[in-house]
């Protein structure tokens, strides 16, 4: 797996309509993100499958957005899977990128890797390379919910307690953009303290993920606690798609709910 | 706007084990005194019935 | 244009977490969890999230500076490196080499490193060398 995009942004780059790809390249057994130039040096691109699917993404549309900052009239492809085409459509319409001048390259995840997901839809649209999957059950939702209020508690008490307020999850999500972070709000989460205010800062963070989480996983991956974090998230873009009709990353017109005054 | 975050965090703290009925929205303008008073006694009295908040408990131990 | 990607080491403590620096036009403007490091797997700090902070920060030294009545003033590196040689002179003449020690620093190369323990051993004569990776 891997040729149709190696073709694909062949082509993009000896046209001359790219002027990278922004994908994974794998060096000495390490995978890690890549602007390929040259298309000599696709020979060296990964998927970001090391020992397992998907066991090494990274948050690329994150490092597109510092990219075509300083470039903003280049144009870029990227690599995309299901979760980095939904993490596009919300950051053109929050203006963190020009959809003119990024070209998705879609890459389809394996049903092993939907399902640890719990992936909603684990294909993008315009999908290049790997299978078009099914949607997979979410379980680790379900099981909260079938907790009393008590359980619920006592459970998220102790996963928060690991918390070592590294930032990880903000810092490796490909939605949080922020320049002032409500998280090193003094008034909101206090400093000095580890883990931190409990279920407070957390909390913050949930709230701040409507309309905004794509659900891709880095920041579970990413937490040195394994917080389940994901779970989390899932339950806020449950509750966001119930309660207020809006599913993040699905459209391109319509806006996160927290972002319109008015409607309820 | 404040509807659809109350109504979003109320879900969210019942997932998290907190009761949602700790956090109350009311409509109340300036001029309407007596209904303020009355809102706000009701819920002290409300949250009486439900009982300390374990969070905070939890803090003291 | 370039950006590049170059998979190191954290500077910071002995943990030795991979990372990937990201480097546009040779400035470095973010860090990233290496995700196939057995090490971390994919896991940083709030110190290894920030690494890329450090070097382009506006609060780095640019210029020696000597301590003069208390107060830290600029001065050249002439006049700084005279002072540091004659102050640790003549402390080890009257206090002896053992009361000098030195910490070297993960943020700094092999061979800095090397050459302050030489340094350390050999100038001055005494074994008080030590590293912030040790911690």
Known sequence: MGQKIREYVQGLLSEGKIKGFLGLRQEHGHVMPHLFCDPGDLEHMSLGDKDGPGDARYPLNQILIRVAAVYPHDTFAVLVRGCDERGLRELFKWQQLNEERVIPVGLGCPDELAKACECEKPFPDCLVDGPQGERADSQKVARIDGMDLEGRLAFWTAEFDRCIKCFGCRYVCPMCFCNECSLEEETLVGTGEIPPDNPTFHLVRAVHMVGRCIDCGLCEEACPGDIPLRTLYKKVADIVSEELGYRTGYTVEEKSPFTIIGGS | ?61 | MEFKTVLTTCPYCGCGCGMVLEVLDGKLVGALPSKTSPVNEGKLCVKGWTVHEFVTSPKRLTKAMVRKDGTLEESSWDEALDMAATRLKEIKEKHGADSIGMFASAKCTNEENYLLQKFCRAAIGTNNIDHCARL
Not at chain 2, 46 to 58: E, H, Q
């Open chain 2, 1 to 61: 706007m404040a509807n659809k975050r109350m109504t979003f965090l109320q879900k969210l703290m019942e997932f998290c084990g907190m009761n949602p009925e700790r956090v109350r929205l009311r409509w109340v303008t300036s001029a309407e005194a007596s209904e303020f008073v009355h809102e706000i006694s009701q819920f002290v009295e409300d949250i009486r019935k439900i009982g300390p908040n374990p969070l905070k408990t939890k803090e003291a131990a």
